[in-house]
């Protein structure tokens, strides 16, 4: 075990050091303290031993776990204070990359192993579950061949890179070694996007690709980087707003490498990588558009269900609760809309260009942030900005929330996916997407477990798609109660979003399970799910290369106003709903049975 093996070796450095502290013969006197100074060292180090409780033999478990996983994780490591992986990008698809990490996740579930969790304290026990679900879950992450897909057109780093390479993103551009430090990690992309073909190469030889359909879509993702001069380039704008204490030899050494980098490895690599998709990849792509049909396929959608939702619920019992949401959430939607037809609701303001639509969003926040106190004690200190997603990845990316840094250095970032206002002219402002990516939904939650310095540092960084979707979910019923749904069209909004949440466990379970064509599925999300056909093909594509996420969202719901539901039953006039939001979030994100535990438990003591 790795913790075992450097804890022998030092105490064995230790003792030579004792023995090698003095060159020449000792006295006989010298030897009698020396054995003094040995037998106090040896009973102070059995006393410390004993004196461990088990509670911090845990937290040096957590704390061991923590830096021995930071080099593969090295963008997290950055932002969690261990600069020397400033530098690092891991090449997360090579063998010993795989290897590495399922031998770390494997010595740590045996160490832990070795502490008896019944004499631990509660929040070391929730720590310890929490802890063992999230080393399982690592060693079955590689069961299966999922790094021989690692390119798709909804994420990945052909696309996230260059976010990352502009400035917006974990990396900052603050300081020249934050510069130096870039260009080190545009080598790594290289080497990643080397084994991402070779990886890439062998799932074609073993029948594992990604649909063809899908794929098509990155192309234009690639061509948006292959520029003819570097100042094109969305690598090179990190060039144009140097910090104002560079000095001009700095801004020149700087401006002449960054070029060198773009055109010689940057440019290259997207060419290289656009030639590979483009002339060998989608000819031998598959036609079929859900796992079932590779190699494993069955049994890898059944690990990512489990992955999604923290459940083991089946896929058939998914598709089932799915079918019997939409045709609640359709009934309530038909009430409210003949509601809207009796009453003439004025129409949603209408914004024509992506600046005054993001002032509008703006807007929304300052009310929100004003009504959250009626439903939340603790409130988080770091800031969020809100951003429109860039054109060439609006066609494939959904608006979306990217965590701050432990630290809070750099804001949370809600990205704006404002296509339809491109498309159509003009765009709302949806009040239930605010606040599903934003405050009280993905950015209170996230910002509060991140800035929680109790937890350990595995549950500050930790994410599990049904609580923290799940809960965002929720969050989008709170606009009602923070007042945010006074026309009832902001309601209906918010009812048509949670509508397609439902229809996606239909469509995800039956493009994976049941053999569902694309087409198919596009059509019961512009059905059932009243989705435009623009943003339905958009969200099933995304469901095609990210199986079971998006049964996260209406699991994870259920699962909270299950037991929201539980503690107004149990507790009646005494429940307070900013007590019950304040526990269910204080502890951080975690799998849905150990959230039900500890809120079972805590309405418990509230009973007393």
């Given at each position: ?79 969690n204070g261990a600069r020397k992986y400033d530098s ?112 890439m190469r062998i799932g074609i030889a073993r029948g ?401």
């Amino acid at each position: 075990m790795i913790r075992s093996a450097q804890n022998t070796y030092k105490k064995k450095h230790t003792m030579t050091s004792v023995f090698q502290s003095k060159p020449s013969l000792p006295s006989v006197r010298q030897l009698f303290r020396s054995f003094s100074w040995l037998v106090l060292i040896f009973a102070s180090t059995a006393f410390a031993q004993e004196s461990t409780t088990p509670a911090q033999a845990l937290e040096k478990v957590f704390a061991d776990y923590s830096r021995d996983t930071a080099p593969y994780f090295p963008f997290a490591a950055s932002e969690n204070g261990a600069r020397k992986y400033d530098s690092v990008l891991a090449n997360n698809l090579s063998d010993e990359y795989r290897a590495g990490l399922k031998r770390v996740c494997s010595a740590y579930l045996n160490e832990l192993g070795g502490i008896y969790r019944a004499e631990l304290p509660r929040q070391s026990q929730l720590s310890y579950d929490i802890f063992a679900y999230r080393l399982n879950t690592c060693i079955k992450s590689f069961a299966y061949n999922w790094h021989l897909m690692p390119i798709n057109q909804a994420s990945g780093w052909p696309s996230t890179f260059p976010a990352i390479g502009a400035g917006k993103g974990s990396h900052p551009f603050k300081t020249v070694q934050n510069y130096d430090d870039f260009l080190k990690r545009i080598d790594g992309f290289v080497v990643w996007i080397d084994s991402a073909i070779a990886n890439m190469r062998i799932g074609i030889a073993r029948g594992i690709t990604q649909p063809r359909g899908v794929m098509v879509k990155v192309i234009p993702q690639l061509d948006a980087h292959i520029v003819d001069s570097a100042q094109k380039s969305i690598f090179y704008q990190p060039l144009t707003k140097f910090p104002d204490d560079f000095d001009e030899l700095t801004r020149k050494r700087l401006t002449e490498q960054y070029t060198a980098a773009i055109e010689q490895k940057i440019v290259p690599t997207y060419r290289k990588l656009r030639a590979f998709i483009q002339d060998e990849y989608l000819p031998k792509c598959r036609t079929s558009h859900g796992l079932r049909d590779i190699p494993d396929g069955a049994d890898m959608y059944l690990l990512a269900v489990k992955d999604a939702t923290t459940t083991d619920m089946r896929p058939d019992q998914i598709y089932d609760i799915g079918i019997a949401e939409v045709a609640r959430i359709t009934a309530e939607m038909k009430k409210l809309e003949a509601e809207i037809d009796a009453e003439r609701d004025a129409p949603l303001a209408q914004y024509q260009d992506v600046e005054s639509l993001l002032n509008g969003y703006r807007d929304l926040r300052a009310s929100v942030e004003k009504e959250l106190p009626k439903l939340f004690g603790h409130l988080p200190k770091t800031d969020f900005e809100i951003r429109a997603i860039e054109p060439y990845r609006e066609k494939s990316m959904s608006s979306s929330y990217i965590f701050p840094p432990i630290d809070g250095k750099r804001p949370g970032i809600f990205y704006l996916n404002a296509a339809a206002l491109r498309g159509a002219g003009y765009s709302n402002v949806s009040r239930s997407l605010f606040i599903h990516e934003t405050i009280p939904g993905h950015h209170l939650q996230i910002a509060l477990q991140r800035e929680n310095k109790e937890l350990p540092l595995f549950r500050r960084i930790g994410w599990y798609n049904a609580f923290g979707e799940g809960w965002a979910l929720y969050a989008e019923s709170l606009g009602a109660d923070l007042g945010m749904y006074r026309n009832r069209r902001d309601r209906m909004t918010m009812l048509s979003d949670e509508l397609y949440r439902a229809a996606r466990l239909v469509v995800d379970v039956g493009l994976h399970d049941k053999g569902w064509s694309r087409e198919k599925a596009i059509d019961y999300m512009r059905g059932a799910g009243k989705m435009s056909p623009d943003s339905a093909e958009r969200e099933v594509e995304r469901y095609m290369v990210w199986p079971a996420q998006a049964l996260s969202y209406k699991i994870g719901q259920m699962k909270i106003l299950e037991i929201r539901r539980k503690a107004e039953a149990r507790l009646g006039s005494a429940f307070d709903v900013r007590a019950f939001h304040d526990e269910l979030l204080r502890d951080g994100a975690m799998p849905l049975d150990i959230l039900e535990a500890k809120m079972d438990s805590w309405i418990a003591a509230q009973q007393q």
